[in-house]
């Protein structure tokens, strides 16, 4: 990493226990993911939880969560010249990368909170079950 200039940037912290995770989270800027396959990620939903902006990839699952422009981009699944330039963008353009962050726990407490899913959830059994 040093060689490529990322060592005052990118940290890769290993394992990290539970407990410790969210406090993992509020200490980023940014929250990258370059999967090609995802269901309902949680380590998305955990990271806008925390208010952070979010760069991903287009991969199934995803799209779900991040609204592009809104709180986060979605780039082409291996394209990582396109997962760099929405980096870059969010890197020099505090308020952005901020403003999305609000957007990110905005959704985060209104659509994927366990209080909202568990209400939808009585509303399609109600529907069944008439």
């Known amino acids: 990493m040093s060689e490529l ?9 290993g394992w990290v226990a539970r407990e410790c995770i969210a406090d993992q989270y509020r200490s980023a800027d940014i929250f990258v993911t370059a999967t090609t396959w ?17 760069v991903g990839t287009q991969a199934p699952g995803l799209h ?14 291996k394209d990582p010249d396109a997962l760099a330039e929405a980096l870059a ?3 020099e353009n505090g308020y952005e990368r901020r403003r999305m962050g609000r957007q990110s726990r905005k959704l985060a407490e209104r659509e994927f909170a366990w209080e909202y899913i568990a209400a939808q959830y009585v509303k399609v059994y109600e529907q069944v079950i008439r």
């Open 5 to 13: 200039g990322l060592t005052r940037r990118v940290h890769f912290v």
């Open 64 to 77: 779900e969560l991040v609204s592009n422009g809104l709180n986060g981009y979605l780039v082409p699944m």
């Open 38 to 54: 995802e269901g309902m990620p949680n380590t998305v939903l955990e990271a806008m939880a925390c208010g952070l902006p979010i």
């Open 89 to 91: 963008l969010l890197i």
